[in-house]
């Protein structure tokens, strides 16, 4: 049906412009005189240009997109070349093209418009650009440009997609944090590390097979010769500095800031020397296990980048139906945005059997606690649940506040 309407559309514009030239001859044929037969002959090269640039293929330019480096952090500019490139020298009075933006990046702020309108005559290379001023996170897919021409006179114009796909990756925006490892795992009082943390490598208890971020010194060459593959030995650990993180993701306001923070506490945490692991429960269960390193954090982050906030189920629920937490023993932190009575008892719960548990409350600017928020810290700190509350903008200070305690 769509197909048949653009052939009577095409038809019907024939038609009309077979009708101008008739009425344009005609006028000079009974008018006569120099006027008359100036208005024809102007009228005549722009009749059969139309003629002309309906038989003109679009479909012969190609249109190719050029981008920097397709890993950006939140809040980073996208410059963005297209170039376009035509086979065949024909004059086209303009060429209007645009990128056909997905949902996620249709709402950015333009600094320079991905709509632009050429006028490329008989140039067979053509380019424009165009940059969106603050990325948002996440992994966004470039798909399509729409090309517009026309005459002069608007009679006939030609429209074509034109396909040209593409992604980036946005990752979570980070802030410099200073890491210090709560001391209390094995040992009672809140005193906090500012030392790189470093494994007791004094007693060797066995062997496992290696894992990123595992020193090359640790290397049992013996045993990696009898199994044809890397072997690193176990040490005996008095003292664990592995973190597991845990993030929120159930539907609030405040739910980019709880991954930028859970993403620069990651990093934090990596660059002090420590290990850590991932728990995200969004549409899909995502578990990453504690290692270190830097493949380690390229995976987290990547994670991070495309994660959604569009959990059904509560984080006081995740901690007591997930049997993930009964097997780990290590040091537990929580990533949320949202308190309530019930995380307090199983964080509670939780940690008489396991260790030490920090629950990060991220909060707005300059948002306040509320009088229920505030008691219910109070309850935490009896329970001896620690609570930090870190405010957007101000990430640095998580760590130091447990400092100055």
């Known amino acids: 049906m769509k197909k048949l309407w653009f052939l009577i559309k095409k038809a019907w514009k024939f038609v009309l412009l077979f ?6 001859f005609s006028y000079a044929m009974f008018q006569g ?4 037969w100036f208005l024809f002959y102007s009228f005549l090269p ?8 309906s038989f003109y293929p679009l479909g012969e330019i190609a249109i190719t997109r050029s981008l920097s480096k397709t890993d950006y952090n939140a809040g980073e500019p996208l410059k963005v070349t297209v170039n376009i490139k035509r086979s065949r020298a ?17 709402y950015v702020q333009q600094e320079k418009s991905t ?16 940059i969106l001023k603050e990325l948002p996170r996440g992994e966004h897919l470039f798909q399509a440009f729409t090309v517009k021409t026309g005459d002069p006179l608007g009679l006939f114009e030609k429209e074509k997609e034109f396909t040209s796909q593409g992604k980036i990756i946005v990752y979570p925006a980070y802030t410099e944090i200073l890491y210090r490892p709560f001391e209390n795992q094995f040992d009672q009082g809140l005193t906090a590390s500012r030392e790189r943390v470093q494994r007791d490598t004094s007693m060797v208890i066995g062997v496992r097979e290696y894992r990123p971020g595992d020193r090359f010194s ?28 845990v993030m929120d993701c159930v539907p609030d306001k405040r739910f980019e800031t709880v991954v930028s923070f859970t993403a ?20 899909d269960r995502a578990s990453f296990p504690i290692r270190g390193g830097e493949q380690q954090l390229q995976e987290l982050f990547y994670h991070l980048a495309k994660i959604e906030g569009k959990s059904y189920s509560s984080l006081d629920k995740i ?4 049997g993930f937490f009964v097997q780990q023993t290590v040091s537990f932190m929580l990533v949320t945005a949202q308190l309530n009575k019930s995380l307090i008892e199983k964080s509670s719960f939780l940690g008489q059997r396991k260790g030490a548990i920090t629950i990060f409350l991220i909060k707005e600017q300059m948002e306040s606690p509320s009088n229920e928020e505030r008691s219910l810290i109070a309850i935490a700190n009896a329970r001896g649940v620690r609570i930090v509350m870190v405010h957007e903008g101000n990430f640095a200070a998580a760590f130091s506040e447990v400092n100055s305690r």
């Open 19 to 24: 009708l101008l030239i008739i009425l344009s």
């Open 33 to 36: 005189g120099f006027v008359s």
């Open 46 to 53: 722009f009749a059969i240009y139309c003629v002309a640039l």
């Open 90 to 106: 024909f004059p086209l009075f303009y060429l209007l093209i645009e990128e056909q933006l997905n949902d996620s990046l249709s």
């Open 115 to 130: 709509k632009a309108l050429l006028f490329p005559g008989f140039k067979k290379e053509l380019s424009y650009e165009y």
């Open 218 to 245: 640790w290397i049992n060459w013996k045993a990696s010769a009898k199994r044809n593959e890397f072997m690193t030995k176990e040490f005996e650990q008095r003292q664990s500095h592995d973190v597991f993180i």
């Open 264 to 283: 620069s506490l990651m990093r934090a945490v990596l660059k002090k020397g420590a290990q850590t692991g991932l728990l995200t429960i969004s549409k």
């Open 319 to 322: 901690l007591e139906s997930d």
